[in-house]
C-alpha cells in the first residue's frame, strides 16, 4: 500500500521589523522605510518600497544617506522587545491549527506547520486562507503561505507566494498541475533553494544546473556523491520526498552569548563593568527562561578589530563553577572579577560580552551532598523576587550595578528607536 505524501506548509512574515512597526504607527504604511542594526549601524530591514529604490540589504548607513534624504526614507533603530512579542503572538495563532509536535518555530517570523492530518477533512488553501486573515486581522502582520510535500518544497512555495502577485500570498504546490509546477520553477534560481549557499550555487552553475528545476531534475544519489547527504536530501525533498522532519522541540542550547558593541569607544572600567553587569543580566534571563544552569563563565574585552590605525587588544577569560548555578549576583560578581583581570588601560573597547557554557538542565541537576543546600534555595527565592519585580515593574526598576539609568556612554546607538508598546510606558493612548 503506498503511502500518503507529507504536507508542510511556511508562514512567513513580509518584512517582518517594518511589518510590526507599522502595525503601531499607520504613518509607515505605503512609505519607504528601513530599519537599522544595532548602533544605528547597516539596514537590517526594508520594506517594498525601500527596495525598490535600489537601497541593498545590509547597506551601512552613511552609504545610503544621500538615498534617504532624496526619498524622504524613513529610519528606524530597532526595536526587538517589540519584534519579540509580536513574533509570539505570530506563532501562538499558527499554533492553533495543529497540535504542538506539528509545529517548528523556525526563527522569529518564519514557522513549519505540518499538515499531513488535515488535508483529508479540509481544503488546504481555505485553510492557508484563514490563517493568512486570522494574523493579519488579530495581530496586524501580512504573511504569505506556501504549501508542498516536504519542507523544501514548503519553502520554495513561499517564496513563489512571495514574488509572484498571481498567488495572493498563498501558493500550494501540492495541488499545483506538475507542468504548471516545473514552468514555475524554471524562472526560479537554484540560489532561492533551501540550504543551497553561494558555493553551492557557484559548483551547480558549473555543472549546467540554473534553476530550481535543474535541481530538482538531478540524481540524488549522484548529487549526494559530488556534494554531501544534505544535497541529496535536498533533492529528494524538491521530487516531493520529505526527508526533513520537524523539530518540534529545540535542540538543548550548548551556551549563551550576551554582547553588544558599545556606542562610542570605552576606556574607564567603571563603564565596562555597567556593561558587563548588563550582559549578564540579559543572559542569566535566557538561562533561566531554558530552565538551564550554567557551569561555566566566560567574559571577553575586545577593541575595534577594523580599525588598523591603532593596534587591537583582544581578551578572554573564563571561570568553572564549583557548582552550576542560575544566580545573577553571583555570575555578576565573578564576571567583575574576571573583568578585573582582562582590563588594560589606555586601550579604546569597542565591545565586551559574557557566554554561559556548560549548561545544565535544572530539573535534572542534584546538587553534591555537601553542597550548601540553604544556599542555593536563598539564591532561588532571590531570583524568582528579582524576577517578580521586573515583571511587575519593568527591568529597568531593579537591577544589579546602575546599568539600566539613562545615558550610559556604553550603550548602543538608537537614535530612531519606537517605544516599546507593550511596555507600560509606552503603551498607546488615547486622548479625550
Known sequence: MKSKPEIYALIDVNNCYVSCERVFNPRLINKPVIVLSNNDGCAVALSQEAKMLGIPMG???????????????????????????????????????????EQEIYSIDECFLKLTAYAAHY?????????????????????????????????????MAKKAKRFQGICNLVDMEPRHREY???????????????????????????????????NPHHMGKLFSSVMQRTVMELQGISCIELEDTPAPKKQIVASRSFGEKIYEIEHLREAMCKYVQDAVKRLRAGGLLCGTLIIFVQSNPFD??????????????????DSVILLARIALKL???VYKSGIQYKKCGVMLSDLIDKDKY???????HEKIESNERLMQAYELIQERFGKTKISVGPC???????????????????SLEGMLTIDH
Open 59 to 101: 547597506a551601512p548607513l552613511f552609504k545610503i544617506k544621500d538615498l534617504i534624504e532624496q526619498h524622504d526614507v524613513q529610519v528606524l533603530s530597532s526595536n526587538y522587545a517589540l519584534y519579540a512579542e509580536m513574533s509570539h503572538r505570530f506563532h501562538a495563532i499558527l499554533g492553533q491549527y495543529v497540535t504542538p509536535h
Open 123 to 159: 481544503d488546504l488553501n481555505q485553510l492557508a486562507q484563514n490563517m493568512k486573515d486570522r494574523i493579519l486581522k488579530w495581530i496586524g502582520l501580512p504573511v504569505c503561505v506556501g504549501i508542498g510535500r516536504s519542507k523544501t518544497e514548503a519553502k520554495i512555495a513561499n517564496h
Open 184 to 218: 514555475f520553477w524554471s524562472l526560479i534560481d537554484v540560489s532561492e533553494v533551501w540550504g543551497v549557499g553561494r558555493q553551492h550555487t557557484k559548483r551547480l552553475n558549473q555543472m549546467g544546473i540554473h534553476t530550481v528545476l535543474d535541481l530538482a531534475h538531478c
Open 308 to 325: 588598523k590605525t591603532i593596534p587591537y587588544y583582544g581578551k578572554s577569560i573564563s571561570y568553572d563553577l564549583p557548582e552550576p548555578t
Open 339 to 341: 573583568l578585573d583581570q
Open 366 to 372: 542534584i546538587p553534591e551532598l555537601f553542597a550548601d
Open 404 to 422: 539600566y539609568f539613562q545615558d550610559r556612554k556604553w550603550a548602543g546607538k538608537r537614535a530612531h528607536a519606537s517605544r516599546n508598546y507593550f
